[in-house]
T-cell receptor
Framework: GAGVSQSPSNKVTEKGKDVELRCDPISGHTALYWYRQSLGQGLEFLIYFQGNSAPDKSGLPSDRFSAERTGGSVSTLTIQRTQQEDSAVYLC???????????????FGPGTRLLVL | GQNIDQPTEMTATEGAIVQINCTYQTSGFNGLFWYQQHAGEAPTFLSYNVLDGLEEKGRFSSFLSRSKGYSYLLLKELQMKDSASYLCAVRTYNTGFQKLVFGTGTRLLVSP
């Protein structure tokens, strides 16, 4: 596609339920990133996938959060047993294979606005 | 750890010039990005600096001093549509992984 797409655009759920957020990166981009942006806050790094390498999960806030990337393309971020503090905008970004010292721009999707009641 | 600081909010008038500063303390520095984010929208790329100096692109310029851990974004001939948040992000390269660490953003309000 022309850009990064995410679905759903909005999600309202009840505390304790599981949610799945989907990201379709730009075709040909091997790097995929998930970020979280809470109201009035900066972007918080969650997880990073690069090709077939093991992902960098260092930003996941708890073991309720997990993500996978199948076939090196589409990614799913899963939040189990959601809590009210999980309410935020979840942004996905993709980029071409990042090489050190190369200008590599991350292109962001429109985000999924998650509200946990 | 990583630490990126930028002012929370700035105001300016249409036609003026504004400079948004960003200071950082990171390990494995591998470039600094500026993104623009309008309310309710995704961030969009503005500029990238990896070497010291000024990068100019139309009305927007970005400066980097690696020794000082300092960058600024300069916006000239401000327009109302420039009202947005401006995010400073540092790319770090550690243990083979690259990732962007974002500041909390500077909300710029341009008034007539």
């Amino acid at each position: 596609g022309a850009g990064v797409s995410q679905s759903p655009s909005n999600k309202v759920t009840e505390k304790g339920k599981d949610v799945e957020l989907r990201c379709d990166p730009i075709s040909g981009h091997t790097a995929l990133y998930w970020y979280r942006q809470s109201l009035g806050q900066g972007l918080e790094f969650l997880i990073y996938f690069q090709g077939n390498s093991a992902p960098d999960k260092s930003g996941l806030p708890s073991d309720r959060f997990s993500a996978e990337r199948t076939g090196g393309s589409v990614s799913t971020l899963t939040i189990q047993r959601t809590q009210q503090e999980d309410s935020a905008v979840y942004l996905c970004a993709s980029s071409l294979s990042p090489q050190k010292h190369v200008r590599e721009t991350q292109y962001f999707g429109p985000g999924t606005r998650l509200l946990v009641l | 750890g990583q630490n990126i600081d930028q002012p929370t909010e700035m105001t300016a008038t249409e036609g003026a010039i504004v400079q948004i500063n960003c200071t950082y303390q990171t390990s494995g520095f591998n470039g600094l990005f500026w993104y623009q984010q309008h309310a309710g929208e995704a961030p969009t790329f503005l500029s990238y600096n990896v070497l010291d100096g000024l990068e100019e692109k139309g009305r927007f310029s970005s400066f980097l001093s690696r020794s000082k851990g300092y960058s600024y974004l300069l916006l000239k001939e401000l327009q109302m549509k420039d009202s947005a948040s401006y995010l400073c992000a540092v790319r770090t390269y550690n243990t083979g992984f690259q990732k962007l660490v974002f500041g909390t953003g500077t909300r710029l309000l341009v008034s007539p």
